[in-house]
């Protein structure tokens, strides 16, 4: 089945730098790559997604890239504020099964 | 707004009773999902249910069970809850169109202890 690993587990950051969080899947066949964040006492909500017939794709502050040769998908977050601070999860999924997701990276912002 | 409304947030139970977390989704959304949150571990898939009455493991259904006799309902059971269950449980729902890529909406979550 598949696996998502995610790096890094904690991620420290200034307020107005980039933030980079990287993620590896093992089964070829997926084709769907959500981002959910997670802010502290809330619920996760999808925050951006990617599909396997494109290699970016943006969303204001935030994009992610996806390269299906090397298997890993990344979010990138830039002029981070403090409202940025939450647990990021990615995940994976060819649709046939359900999301696979990575086990989550702590951003926090530092103002 | 797609609404999933788990009925505990916070539950405190004794090792060995029989635990009930139930669900609600008001979008008639087909697939439901109870996932656990651990520090560290991440979301892990208990169960999923892609119709009434059908149910499917998860990556950790051991110690669980499920029902799903209604579409908006979608109840996680502890036979006998044991004190390795002490987690957050989340649930979620998602429509079917794409199969399984649809976005999910989770609830508030249901943090259990076991005593």
């Known amino acids: 089945g598949e696996n998502v690993e995610q790096h890094p587990s904690t991620l420290s950051v200034q307020e107005g730098d980039s933030a980079v969080i990287k993620c590896t899947y093992s089964d070829s066949a997926s084709n769907y790559f959500p981002w959910y964040k997670q802010e502290l006492g809330k619920r996760p909500q999808l925050i951006i997604d990617?599909?396997?017939?494109?290699g970016e794709k943006k969303d204001q502050r935030i994009a992610v890239t996806l390269n299906k040769t090397a298997k890993h998908f990344s979010l990138h977050i830039t002029e981070t504020q403090p409202e940025d601070s939450a647990v990021y999860f990615c995940a994976a999924t060819s649709g046939n099964t359900p999301l696979v997701f990575g086990k989550g990276t702590r951003l926090s912002v530092i103002a | 707004d797609v609404k999933v409304t788990q009925s505990s947030r916070y539950l405190v139970k004794r090792t060995g009773e029989k635990v009930f977390l139930e669900c609600v989704q008001d979008?008639?959304?087909?697939?439901m999902f109870w996932y656990r949150q651990d520090p560290g571990l991440g979301l892990r898939l208990i169960y999923f249910s892609y119709d009434v009455k059908m149910k499917e493991k998860g990556d950790i259904p051991e110690g669980y069970s499920v029902s799903r006799e209604k579409k908006e309902r979608f109840s996680l059971i502890l036979e006998s809850a044991s004190t390795n269950q002490t987690s957050m449980y989340l649930c979620?729902?998602?429509?079917?169109?794409?199969?399984?890529?649809?976005?999910?909406?989770f609830g508030e979550g249901s943090r259990l202890t076991v005593l």
């Open positions: 979620a729902s998602s429509l079917s169109g794409g199969g399984l890529t649809g976005e999910l909406f």
């Open positions: 990617i599909r396997s017939n494109v």
């Open positions: 979008m008639d959304h087909e697939n």
